[in-house]
């Protein structure tokens, strides 16, 4: 019986709004890598209802990849370990936005859903604001652009240690909200 650890690596993010690529741009360099068959790469963009699906899926721990605005200079990067939200949706709620993707709702849905609890982590990358005179921006700014590499050493570190077994050190308690 194989034992290794199914892995869920998601990127995630709206190319034409700067660095809110970030995600999109990490799962694209990474899914041209050859990773073993339990290791997934997926780009998901702001398709939050695919997301959704794929967590509902039998994974043993998901990597979210995203740009994650927290204060920090842009381009420094977080390991997170989000805490599971609080309270079940209330009724009437919309957990997902066709037309954009939040992944502390997408992960409320997939419980509502029944979904079943396994380990998540999320590495986020501090974004440079938008300015406010900007529909559209696409491509991700120097700093961001530059911690992408660093994202993918991390994440390829991360799903080692979880094949291995071995629990990495992330932000306790964190919220996917700042």
Known sequence: MNMTPRILIA?????????????VEVARRMAGRPWPESVRVVDFGIRGFDLTF???????????????????????LYVIEPEP???????????????????????????????????????????????????????????????VDEAIAIIESLVKDIQEGVSREA???ASLNP
């Open 85 to 147: 939200e609080p309270g079940e949706p209330e009724p009437g709620e919309m957990l997902i936005d066709p037309h954009a993707l939040d992944p502390a709702r997408v992960l409320r849905t997939v419980k509502a859903l029944g979904g079943k609890s396994r380990r998540i982590l999320l590495v986020g990358c501090e974004p440079t604001p938008i300015r406010d005179d900007e529909d559209i921006a696409p491509g991700l700014s120097e700093p961001v652009a530059s911690a």
């Open 171 to 173: 932000a306790p308690s």
């Open 54 to 76: 794929a967590l509902l899926e039998d994974h043993d721990a998901v990597i979210l990849v995203d740009a994650v605005p927290r204060g920090g200079v842009p381009g420094t």
């Open 11 to 23: 990127g995630i993010g709206n190319i034409f709004f700067g660095d809110d690529g970030f995600g």
